[in-house]
């Protein structure tokens, strides 16, 4: 069946640090492809988002590609901020299926001063 | 101001009770769904509906149950039959487009 994987955290790093989080899929067809992110007591919120392959999608410096050959959606962002520490997630809707998402288990992301 | 209501924020409930989780949207998206939520663990749906009056078992439907009687709203019951609650649930809506939207949340705990 369709799945993703995340980099397993906590990914610690130091403010204005560059930024990778790891992201691959399994899936039929064309998923659309989707990060969240999720701060301390509190629901998830769309960061990005890329409907199909090579699309990038990008929000608040962060950015993530659609690998279609490499089935990958990593997210990266040039100079991290205290202010990004979250849990982050990956999350795919599988084609033709346009009620269904499949979740990574996140990412927790701790950026010190 | 559109957008996801949950309620209560947090929620205690004692052995053998009921207790319903509220979710409400403005939004006028035709889906909701119910995902649980454990400590450094990923999101799992219960229930979803697709449309007013209709609705199925997620991954993990034993010991809840849903009703969609409006469009606006998705009650959770989390039943006595469910034996370890404690969690944090979370509601979403989806439209036309191909993206869930989050309420804030309600933490569940057991007294």
């Known amino acids: 069946g369709d799945s993703v994987t995340q980099m397993e955290g906590p990914v610690t790093l130091s403010e204005e640090a560059f930024l990778t989080i790891n992201c691959t899929y399994t899936?039929?067809?064309?998923?659309?492809l989707f990060w969240y992110v999720q701060y301390p007591g509190e629901g998830l919120q769309l960061l990005l988002k890329?409907?199909?392959?090579?699309d990038k999608g990008s929000n608040k410096g962060f950015e993530a590609t659609y690998r279609k050959e490499t089935t990958s959606f990593h997210l990266e962002k040039g100079s991290v901020q205290v202010s990004d520490s979250a849990v982050y997630f990956c999350a795919l809707s599988p084609s033709g299926q346009g009620f269904s998402f499949i979740f990574g288990k996140g990412t927790r992301l701790l950026v010190k001063p | 101001d559109g957008g996801i209501t949950q309620s209560p924020k947090y929620l205690f409930r004692k052995e053998g009770q009921n207790v319903t989780l509220s979710c409400e949207q403005n939004?006028?998206?035709?889906?909701m769904y119910w995902y649980r939520q454990d400590p450094g663990q990923g999101l799992r749906l219960i229930y979803y509906s697709q449309i007013v009056n209709d609705f199925q078992k997620g991954d993990i439907a034993e010991g809840y149950s849903v009703s969609r009687e409006k469009k606006e709203s998705f009650p959770l019951t989390v039943t006595s039959a469910q034996k370890n609650p404690t969690a944090f649930y979370l509601c979403?809506?989806?439209?036309?487009?191909?993206?869930?939207?989050f309420g804030p949340g309600t933490r569940l705990l057991v007294l």
């Open positions: 979403a809506t989806q439209g036309w487009e191909e993206t869930q939207y």
């Open positions: 939004l006028n998206h035709d889906a």
């Open positions: 899936a039929t067809g064309y998923p659309s």
């Open positions: 890329a409907t199909k392959a090579d």
